[in-house]
């Protein structure tokens, strides 16, 4: 079974709009992290937000917020009013605390900024 | 602010070659990590090391990969015979000590194999 499921290989927002990237997750672990990470086109990875399973309040980082629904299994990742610099993969990844804090990648979600 | 360094940015090498993928981790992290991401695909974990030891492994992570920290701030991954499907981004990542958020990458390595 996947650990992390991203379910949408693609998505368009336009400009200034706000978009939410899908993200679930399988583990039994009760103590774990939930991460996002940018890719661009350059190819680099960039931290974007961190959510830890304890955490009561969702993760907010400027115009990144995480909507963590712990029940549900899932951590959304929220980009409030869109910029044509946000276009890149986004990856949603766990570390579960059980192990040395490896990271388990999703599929990625390609998200295209359009003017 | 600190940074994880990684050279090359691209390396082209022959099927059965072996290549070294250097990285420089952020200078007071004490856990390190190699993934790769085959072209289009997710990110995908070898190794992590920690202690001057391999830590935990994937099943990617063959007898034909090995890491080493031969210095105090070097972190090296050989891959002994390229094959073709070795072709990847490869990148490093440290972290500075159990508990803390982020995984800090580097910019990666694009191994080609030809």
């Known amino acids: 079974a996947q650990k992390i499921t991203q379910t949408q290989p693609g998505m368009f927002v336009q400009e200034k709009e706000a978009v939410t990237l899908d993200c679930t997750y399988d583990?039994?672990?009760?103590?774990?992290?939930l991460f996002w990470y940018k890719q661009p086109s350059s190819g680099e990875m960039i931290f974007l937000i961190y959510?830890?399973?304890?955490?009561?309040q969702n993760a907010t980082e400027g115009r990144y917020s995480l909507n963590f629904q712990k029940a549900r299994k899932s951590a959304n990742l929220v980009i409030s009013a869109s910029q044509l610099g946000d276009s890149a993969m986004y990856f949603c990844?766990?570390?579960?605390?059980?192990?040395?804090?490896?990271?388990?990648f999703g599929k990625g979600t390609m998200l295209l900024v359009s003017p | 602010e600190p940074e994880v360094t990684q050279t090359p940015s691209h390396q082209v090498t022959q099927m059965g070659q072996e290549v070294i993928l250097r990285c420089v981790p952020i200078?007071?992290?004490?856990?390190f990590y190699w993934y790769r991401q085959i072209l289009g695909q997710k990110v995908e974990f070898l190794v992590s090391?920690?202690?001057?030891?391999?830590?935990?492994k994937s099943e990617i992570f063959d007898d034909q990969f090995s890491v080493e920290r031969p210095d105090g701030s070097n972190f090296t991954l050989k891959i002994r015979s390229t094959k073709l499907e070795d072709s990847a981004m490869y990148f490093c990542?440290?972290?500075?000590?159990?508990?803390?958020?982020?995984?800090?990458f580097g910019p990666g390595t694009r191994l080609t194999v030809l």
């Open positions: 090391f920690y202690n001057n030891e391999i830590s935990e």
């Open positions: 990844a766990m570390r579960e605390d059980s192990g040395y804090s490896t990271l388990t």
């Open positions: 990542a440290s972290l500075e000590r159990e508990g803390r958020d982020e995984q800090f």
């Open positions: 200078s007071n992290h004490l856990y």
């Open positions: 583990t039994s672990d009760q103590s774990y992290g």
């Open positions: 959510q830890g399973s304890y955490d009561e």
